[in-house]
């Protein structure tokens, strides 16, 4: 099971929008909906930002918002703030062989 | 509001056994709703997926780990622990202990990672 693929690095303004693309397979992201997105902060533990595509637990901020179309799923950043500079990993259940497959992560800067 | 705290060695020899525990606060590990992963994070590289134990002792594998692998659970102690056998440089990593919630398939409390080198 490959790894889902994210871009590198992804960089915008304070206030500004961005979208980070998570592209798998119609065997995991485009077959179930169980696609979840994290934010690491180095040397802290990630926390759960959206599960099932575009569900976000409470407390998550609404900036936060989660998507999918066929078998590429989107995390989207509203209103970037400074302390959204992080590292983002998506996730997608694929199956019972290799039940969960992450992407291989992408770094948000903020300018 | 539950949280997770990983401890074990931070050196492991090669072909050695890694062995790593898990202490879980704040919420019963009895729950029929969670499972108990493992997951791993080597320097420069991604998140792995490891495996994962439920509260009755059932185990599932990442399969490309499986046949060094092993996990237990006590859901008396409130800990769960991993263990890998014959280990090489590639599993250097920081390793995390993390609850996930089965409905969801998704990963909802993390603890704030282990790092294990494996060095002679």
């Known amino acids: 099971q490959s790894a889902l693929t994210q871009p590198r690095s992804v960089s915008g303004s304070p206030g500004q929008s961005v979208t980070i693309s998570c592209t798998g397979t119609?065997?995991?992201?485009?077959?179930?909906?169980?696609v979840s997105w994290y934010q690491h902060h180095p040397g802290r533990a990630p926390t759960l930002l959206i599960y099932?595509?575009?569900e976000r637990p409470s407390g998550v901020p609404d900036r936060f918002s989660g998507s999918r179309s066929d078998n590429t799923a989107s995390l989207t950043i509203s209103g970037l703030q400074v302390e959204d500079e992080a590292e983002y990993y998506c996730c997608a259940y694929a199956g019972s062989y290799v039940p969960f497959v992450f992407g291989t992560g992408s770094q948000v800067s903020v300018l | 509001q539950v949280h997770l705290q990983e401890s074990g060695p931070g050196l492991v020899r090669p072909s050695q056994t890694l062995s790593l525990s898990c202490a879980v606060s704040g919420d019963s590990m009895s729950s029929p709703d969670y499972y108990w992963n493992w997951i791993r994070q080597p320097p420069g590289k991604g998140l792995e997926w490891i495996g994962y134990i439920y509260s009755n002792g059932n185990t599932y594998f990442n399969p490309s780990l499986k046949s060094r692998l092993s996990m237990s659970v006590d859901t008396s102690r409130s800990q769960f622990s991993l263990r890998l056998n014959s280990v090489t440089a590639a599993d250097a990593a920081v390793y995390y202990c993390?609850?996930?919630?089965?409905?969801?398939?998704?990963?909802?409390?993390w603890g704030q990672g282990a790092l294990v080198t494996v060095s002679s």
């Open positions: 119609s065997s995991d992201v485009g077959l179930y909906n169980y």
């Open positions: 099932d595509v575009s």
């Open positions: 993390v609850r996930g919630i089965i409905v969801h398939r998704d990963f909802d409390s």
